[in-house]
């Protein structure tokens, strides 16, 4: 069993992003055991004064020595800051767990949703770096490993519904902003996304590669693999941005390597940790990114047989989860919990 | 050749909706060689007057013999008025072409996108209905038609983002007040959708029958089957509401019957007809709803290989077309001018 003391000094790195914020409220939330908690930020925060279970701290900047004391460090700033400080915290004797992309396909350390392979933290000895897989990833094996489990994903086609969060609060504060705009009748600030994203729709913003695949989409595949220890699972992923604060939704097709019912399929779901259905087909009552936003839960429904392939051997469902919270701040707090003992 | 006279008397059926605008507007755009055009909406509208090939018209209710005299009449109200009128239309000697989905499944009347299958427009001898397909389809098919006479399309699997235009301008309305809602602070008027439809996103909002398919879905599964004259191809959809206002998005995953290139797929969408190629990944432009709207062509990108299947045997697009123009009224028009012998 891994070893984190059951009452850990914390630090929060990149503690004035949305990812960080909620980091803070979640820790006072979930009464998380802290001893302590330092905030850290990129020097022009530095001096800043936020709120961390219940009392006033003040932002430190980075700088060598900064981790000693520390026994876990979240860390969700940039990959460059990951790559350069998560090794730092880990030689203090600290577990980082780091919400980048930086370490998540480096083989020696583990890649981790814990409702999904929280196992791989069970095996590990001493304080090392746990990375948080990407927030697209996460929102979808939550509800795809219970189902992977039962009959064997083959192939999964994914398109997603991605919100503005993804890309940090000043995204969100400018699809507000062009809302006001709207308003007003005044010419849309794009200095973000450098386009129009209120009643717009657009693929997401991430590097495309010379396979025409962009960033976000590799990552599904990647990390999917990765995480279900399965490189032979198929996966083809469309990333779009719609105009959405702060949860996720996509629209996820399934085919399986053995049959697997509808009625089945929602018996699996229902009992699935970190999953709440919501399916209504009379109301017309689906999972809707308003509904996940602030709340733990994945949301998952629309669960239906696709009659596109032979009986029982391809399902649809529809998820929408918070992305700043299970996406990202959320997980990471679960890494710790389980670190602990508690999760 | 199918016979609709050179300088026809024109009827538009629903003129006060947005399509019915759209119809109007397109008319006198395109110099549709119209004799005349009358109007007609629901009693509550009768008497308002329009704009229509830069003439003044009187809007008037339908009526016994209202199509006396009329040689090509637009249906683009509901589906109970087609049901009742579109046949009277026919009887009075004029051809019914009908935007609602009275008609679409009927095996007695054409289903048309002419880019698709106009050519059954010319084996008809006499006026008739011809139903136009519904807005997802004939966007979808625009793109994807190309590729099927090129490889075979076997399956299709398609995730929409569809605006708020397909539930009718009083959706479009509601959108727009609830981000100026938002920007006032005040509560979210809800009459349409009965939910937040600003920065959210929902399922179809039609009826969701016992299979847990819903009415829009079903019918991009039908109305490809009966369009392309093929009842083995497979079809999955999902179909969702983004908070955009008039154009709708597609991704689009297929599997071929024949190997194709990503390159040839390329070629021969390029070479298609109604269809704008907008596949630039340095820049990262693809089709966006908001440059689809208020034009004639589809957008197609986000063409690339899928990796998720054998090679050369599958693809995946992205398109955006304006739901009221070739989703709708365009689409009808383009009939009306195929069966002039001028489309």
Known sequence: ???????????????????GEELLSLLEQRRFPARSVRVFASPRSAGKVLRAMGRSVTVEPLAPGCFDGTDVAFFSASAGVSREW???????????????????????????IPEVNGDELDALR??????????????????????????????????TYQAASGAGAAAMAELEQQAREFAAGAPYTTAIFGRQYLFNVFSHNS?????????????????????????????????????VLRAHSESINLTFRRPLSE???????????????????????????????????????????????PDGMGLSIFVSGDQVRKGAALNGIQIAERLLGRG
């Open 207 to 243: 590097t495309v590669g010379p396979d025409g695949q962009n960033d976000e989409e590799r990552k599904l595949v990647d990390e999917t693999r990765r995480i279900w220890r399965d490189p032979s699972v198929m996966v083809s992923a469309t990333c779009v941005r719609v105009p």
């Open 86 to 112: 998560a090794p730092q915290a880990v030689a203090s004797g600290a577990w980082a767990v780091d919400k980048s992309s930086a370490f998540r396909m480096d083989p020696r350390f583990p890649l981790v």
């Open 126 to 159: 001493a304080p090392t770096i746990v990375a948080v897989p990407n927030c697209s990833t996460i929102i979808a094996l939550v509800a795809v490993t219970p189902l992977h489990r039962e009959a064997g994903v083959a192939r999964m086609v994914v398109s």
């Open 1 to 19: 069993m891994a070893s984190l003391r059951n009452d850990p000094a914390v630090a929060v790195v990149g503690a004035t992003g949305a990812v």
């Open 263 to 309: 009625e089945r399929a929602r018996q699996v779901l229902a009992a699935a940790p970190g999953l709440q259905l919501v399916d209504d087909r009379a109301a017309n009552r689906f999972p809707e990114p308003i509904e996940a936003a602030g709340r733990d839960p994945v949301l998952v429904g629309r669960i239906r047989a696709d009659g596109s392939q």
